[in-house]
């Protein structure tokens, strides 16, 4: 026969159930607290919070819904993500899920162009983790959505930018280009121009110049004549600007000897048109074949010149 508990152990009793109501009020109220701060964390943060079954059904929506996309609470729940985005991006993001699903996997960072309730798009950021029962099987999914369609904006701008920017560049190096092919031709059409000059001199102005030389001239005419000849030489003779470019340690009267040599003077020739001794232009032809590194060899110094031209 069992014993009935004494007062004393009912006093005893009755304590523990008062501290354990009072604990377990302690623990609903800090469970309550708790709630209520994960509540107004979700409804104030600017992301919207959500969660889905196995299937991808929405079970949860926060309030930021309505912020992102334009819905209710209750016009989102009961339905999938896959019901608020384009027929071509629900193809792709129920795949992604459905593979997610069987590899019970997190995922992060997934963009995705949902359609507002107005019709605009707005493209989302999506983070989610999976959710277990207690014996370990998939229950759905918890995550977050962000929207990104402002940043996505400003980075299809700076993209539209650079492209411009490309093609500004190639249009630049196409101008550029275009100008070496015109700075070219003014090369070409210089050349062609400076041709045609010593041409024209060598065939419609020396020729009267020997002439000239052939008469009985005093003097100085005679002078005149040569002086003439000398700065025609000079000036239109594209192989005197070559020679002294070539060899810049030539002296000017060198240069104007080296020309005459090239025209085919001998060395009396030459003397007379200069007034110059002929050892003179002897020794001038002998610094031209050393500065022009033509000493001990074999190579007369007409046709070296003649070449250069």
């Known amino acids: 026969m069992a014993l009935k508990p004494t007062y004393e152990e009912l006093k005893q009793r009755v304590r523990e159930l008062e501290k354990e109501a009072v604990?377990?009020?302690?623990?609903?109220?800090?469970?309550?607290?708790?709630?209520?701060?994960?509540k107004d964390l979700i409804e104030t943060t600017t992301d919207w919070v959500w969660e889905v079954d196995a299937r991808g059904v929405y079970t949860y929506a926060s309030p930021k819904v309505k912020d992102l996309l334009g819905y209710e609470v209750s016009e989102v729940l009961g339905k999938t993500p896959f019901d608020l985005m384009p027929e071509?991006?629900?193809?792709?993001?129920?795949?992604?899920?459905?593979?997610?699903?069987?590899?019970r996997k997190p995922f992060y960072g997934l963009e995705n162009v949902n359609r507002h309730k107005n019709g605009h798009l707005v493209v989302l950021e999506t983070n989610g983790i999976p959710i277990f029962d207690e014996k370990g099987q998939l229950k759905g999914y918890r995550g977050?959505?962000?929207?990104?369609?402002?940043?996505?904006?400003?980075?299809?701008?700076?993209?539209?930018?650079?492209?411009?920017?490309k093609v500004q560049t190639q249009h630049l190096k196409e101008v550029n280009t275009a100008l070496r092919v015109l700075l070219k031709q003014r090369e070409e059409d210089k050349k062609e121009f400076?041709?045609?000059?010593?041409?024209?001199v060598k065939n419609l102005i020396m020729p009267y110049i020997e002439e000239l030389k052939k008469r009985q001239l005093n003097t100085d005419q005679m002078t005149c004549v040569s002086i003439?000849?000398?700065?025609?030489?000079?000036?239109?003779?594209?192989?005197?600007t070559r020679l002294s470019s070539k060899f810049l340690n030539l002296t000017p009267m060198e240069v104007r000897v080296a020309s005459l040599i090239k025209d085919g003077k001998t060395t009396k020739e030459i003397a007379g048109?200069?007034?110059?001794?002929?050892?003179?232009?002897?020794?001038?032809?002998?610094?031209?074949?050393?500065?022009?590194?033509?000493?001990?060899?074999?190579?007369?110094?007409?046709?070296?010149?003649?070449?250069i031209d």
Request: glycine share 0%; charged share 40%.
């Open 23 to 38: 604990e377990r009020k302690r623990a609903e109220e800090a469970l309550r607290r708790s709630e209520q701060r994960f």
């Open 88 to 103: 071509g991006e629900a193809k792709r993001i129920r795949k992604f899920f459905n593979e997610k699903v069987i590899n």
């Open 144 to 165: 977050i959505d962000r929207d990104i369609t402002q940043r996505k904006r400003a980075e299809e701008a700076l993209r539209k930018s650079e492209n411009e920017s």
């Open 194 to 200: 400076e041709e045609k000059t010593l041409y024209n």
């Open 228 to 240: 003439l000849e000398s700065n025609i030489n000079d000036l239109f003779s594209p192989f005197i």
């Open 273 to 307: 048109l200069l007034h110059l001794s002929e050892n003179t232009i002897l020794s001038h032809r002998y610094k031209l074949r050393s500065k022009l590194r033509l000493k001990n060899k074999k190579l007369n110094l007409i046709s070296y010149l003649q070449s």
